[in-house]
């Protein structure tokens, strides 16, 4: 039996303003302290988890759940499991978007997904890139606050995790985006 893996991912500077629903809660909340924050949801904690692990390697403070960004990311997914299609929110926060085959969207694979883009991004120049963006965010060292959720369409199970403060701003990525060496 032949596996298909299916997979997408958002390109982390699009919008469409013509698609996207009323979003709850998007206006922006003071960014927490690593010490504060929300609990995670049990089925949440997985993701956190693996976007702590990453950060870590970059010497940037764990982030911490957020219920607020999390309703933020739990709307626009739903509103993505109905038309099956990627596409960015106009929420304040940054964005992830990954969806495809179950079996590669678990909450490791998907992070993974995110951060290998890591072997294309440029240390020295910094900036953002299209081929790039979803590992910045990852690790970016100014976001705080992480909400994610899931749903399925079609056969293909879909994440978004949006983050507080967002990342990739333009200027920033010397500061924010660090080699593992964390210099």
Same mark, same amino acid.
């Given at each position: 039996?032949?596996?298909v893996?299916?997979?997408?991912?958002?390109?982390?500077?699009?919008? +469409?303003?013509?698609? %996207? &629903? &009323?979003?709850?809660?998007?206006?922006?909340?003071?960014?927490?302290?690593?010490?504060?924050?929300?609990?995670?949801?049990?089925?949440?904690?997985?993701?956190?988890?693996?976007?702590?692990?990453?950060?870590?390697?970059?010497?940037?403070?764990?982030?911490?759940?957020?219920d607020?960004? %999390?309703?933020?990311a739990?709307?626009?997914?739903?509103?993505?499991?109905?038309?099956?299609?990627?596409?960015?929110s106009?929420?304040?926060?940054?964005? +992830?978007i990954?969806?495809?085959?179950?079996?590669?969207?678990?909450?490791?694979?998907?992070?993974?997904?995110?951060?290998?883009?890591?072997?294309?991004?440029?240390?020295?120049?910094?900036?953002?890139?299209?081929?790039?963006?979803?590992?910045?965010?990852?690790?970016?060292?100014?976001?705080?606050?992480?909400?994610? %959720?899931?749903?399925?369409?079609?056969?293909?199970?879909?994440?978004?995790? +949006?983050?507080?403060?967002?990342?990739n701003?333009?200027?920033?990525?010397?500061? +924010?985006?660090?080699?593992t060496?964390?210099r």
């Amino acid at each position: 039996m032949k596996r298909v893996l299916l997979l997408w991912l958002a390109a982390c500077a699009t919008h +469409n303003t013509d698609a %996207a &629903p &009323p979003i709850e809660s998007t206006a922006p909340v003071p960014s927490a302290t690593a010490s504060s924050g929300d609990k995670a949801p049990p089925e949440m904690q997985a993701i956190l988890d693996a976007h702590n692990r990453m950060r870590a390697q970059h010497c940037a403070a764990p982030l911490v759940w957020s219920d607020t960004v %999390a309703r933020a990311a739990k709307s626009w997914v739903t509103h993505l499991a109905a038309s099956c299609q990627l596409q960015h929110s106009q929420t304040p926060y940054g964005e +992830n978007i990954s969806g495809g085959s179950p079996s590669t969207q678990t909450p490791e694979g998907v992070v993974n997904l995110w951060y290998r883009e890591k072997a294309a991004y440029d240390f020295r120049a910094g900036g953002f890139s299209m081929s790039t963006g979803h590992f910045t965010q990852v690790v970016w060292r100014d976001s705080r606050r992480l909400g994610c %959720a899931t749903a399925s369409c079609g056969g293909l199970q879909l994440w978004v995790c +949006n983050y507080d403060p967002p990342g990739n701003m333009q200027g920033d990525f010397q500061r +924010n985006v660090l080699p593992t060496t964390c210099r």
